[in-house]
C-alpha cells in the first residue's frame, strides 16, 4: 500500500467516527410555516324593500342598527326602500333621516299631470331625492347602494349601481297606475315592487356576506282597500308575495315591522311606522349578533386551517 494512503486511512476513519458519535450534525432546512391569514370582516348588507309610505319603518329599523353597533357596509332598496337608501347611502345617520321625514311635505313629490290620466311625473321626487343627496350620482355616494326597478319592455330586473341617484330613485318608485314609467336612455321603467319586492340579491350583488331584510309588506286584510293608490299598492303586494318569500329565505335575517294598520298612502302615520320599525329592529338584533359571531367565528376558523 503506498505510504500516502496509509496516512489518509487513519484520518477517515476518524472523520467517520466523529460524525457518528458526537460530531456535528449535517444542517435539515426546516420547512417556512406561514402565518394564519386573518379573516376578512364581513360585509354586511341591508335590504329595503317596497311600501310606499310603509317606508318610513325603514328609518326606525336603521335607528336600532345603529344605536345597537351594526352599520352596514351596502344598501340596495325597491320603491319606498330606495329612497330611505339612497339619503342613508348619501351619509344621513338615522336621526337626519327622521328630521327629514318629519319635514317632509307630500306636495313636494307628487306632480301631477292631468294628460297623462292624472298620474305622478316622478320628475318631483326625482329632484327632491337629488337635492338630499347634494347632486352626488349613486357611484360618488358614501356607501355603496342599488336601486331596484322594472323594465317596462321586458319585464327584466335591473339593477341601478351607476348614474343620477334621483331618477334610479324615481325608475324604482314608478308604481304603475299610479307614476308615469320613468324613461332612462329611451327605455322605460317602473316599480322594482314587481320583479323584486326586497331586493336581498342587489345587496348580494354589491357584495355583502350577511343581508338583513326589511319587509315592510302586509298580506291583505280581507278589506276592500280604498282610492287607487291602495289599491294599485295591495295589488302589487299580493302579486310579489311568491317572489318575496323566495328572496328573504336567501337573507341571513328578515326583520318585518307590524305595519297592517298602515296603508300606501298614510303619511301622516309616519311616526306610527317609524316606531314600528325600532320596535321589530330592537326585538331582531340579538338574532342579528348571534348569526354574525357564528359567520365570524366559522371565518377565522376556516382562516385558521391550513392548506393541503
Known amino acids: 500500500m503506498p505510504f500516502r494512503r496509509r496516512l489518509l486511512l487513519p484520518l477517515l476513519a476518524a472523520l467517520t467516527l466523529s460524525a457518528c458519535f458526537g460530531g456535528r450534525k449535517p444542517?435539515?432546512?426546516?420547512?417556512?410555516?406561514?402565518?394564519?391569514?386573518?379573516?376578512?370582516?364581513?360585509?354586511?348588507?341591508?335590504?329595503?324593500?317596497?311600501?310606499?309610505?310603509?317606508?318610513?319603518?325603514?328609518?326606525?329599523?336603521?335607528?336600532?342598527?345603529?344605536?345597537?353597533?351594526?352599520?352596514?357596509?351596502?344598501?340596495?332598496?325597491?320603491?319606498?326602500?330606495?329612497?330611505?337608501?339612497?339619503?342613508?347611502?348619501?351619509?344621513?345617520?338615522a336621526f337626519a333621516l327622521q328630521e327629514t321625514a318629519f319635514g317632509l311635505d307630500e306636495a313636494k313629490i307628487r306632480d301631477v299631470r292631468l294628460f297623462s290620466g292624472g298620474l305622478v311625473q316622478g320628475q318631483a321626487l326625482q329632484d327632491y331625492v337629488n337635492q338630499l343627496v347634494h347632486q352626488q350620482p349613486i357611484e360618488k355616494l358614501k356607501i355603496p347602494?342599488?336601486?331596484?326597478?322594472?323594465?317596462?319592455?321586458?319585464?327584466?330586473?335591473?339593477?341601478?349601481?351607476?348614474?343620477?341617484?334621483?331618477?334610479?330613485?324615481?325608475?324604482?318608485?314608478?308604481i304603475p297606475g299610479v307614476f308615469e314609467p320613468a324613461e332612462i336612455r329611451g327605455r322605460h321603467y317602473v316599480d322594482g315592487g314587481v320583479v323584486s319586492p326586497i331586493p336581498v340579491d342587489a345587496a348580494r350583488q354589491l357584495g355583502a356576506d350577511f343581508v338583513i331584510a326589511v319587509d315592510i309588506s302586509t298580506k291583505p286584510s280581507g278589506s276592500n282597500p280604498q282610492g287607487m293608490m291602495n289599491i294599485v299598492g295591495q295589488s302589487i303586494s299580493i302579486m310579489g308575495q311568491q317572489l318575496a318569500t323566495q328572496e328573504t329565505a336567501r337573507a341571513d335575517v328578515v326583520i318585518r315591522p307590524r305595519l297592517a294598520g298602515i296603508g300606501p298612502t298614510d303619511f301622516e302615520q309616519k311616526n306610527q311606522a317609524i316606531l314600528e320599525g325600532e320596535k321589530a329592529a330592537l326585538a331582531a338584533i340579538p338574532g342579528i349578533r348571534a348569526r354574525l359571531a357564528a359567520m365570524a367565528a366559522a371565518r377565522a376558523a376556516a382562516a385558521a386551517t391550513p392548506a393541503h
Not at 66 to 84: C, Q, R
Not at 155 to 164: D, E, I, K, T
Open 27 to 93: 444542517t435539515v432546512p426546516q420547512p417556512v410555516i406561514a402565518p394564519p391569514l386573518a379573516p376578512v370582516p364581513l360585509k354586511i348588507g341591508l335590504a329595503l324593500g317596497g311600501g310606499a309610505a310603509k317606508g318610513f319603518a325603514h328609518i326606525g329599523v336603521i335607528k336600532m342598527l345603529e344605536a345597537s353597533g351594526i352599520h352596514p357596509d351596502v344598501v340596495a332598496g325597491t320603491s319606498a326602500g330606495s329612497v330611505v337608501g339612497a339619503l342613508y347611502a348619501s351619509g344621513m345617520d
Open 145 to 174: 347602494f342599488a336601486a331596484v326597478s322594472t323594465e317596462l319592455e321586458t319585464g327584466a330586473r335591473v339593477v341601478f349601481v351607476h348614474g343620477n341617484t334621483g331618477q334610479a330613485v324615481r325608475a324604482s318608485s314608478s
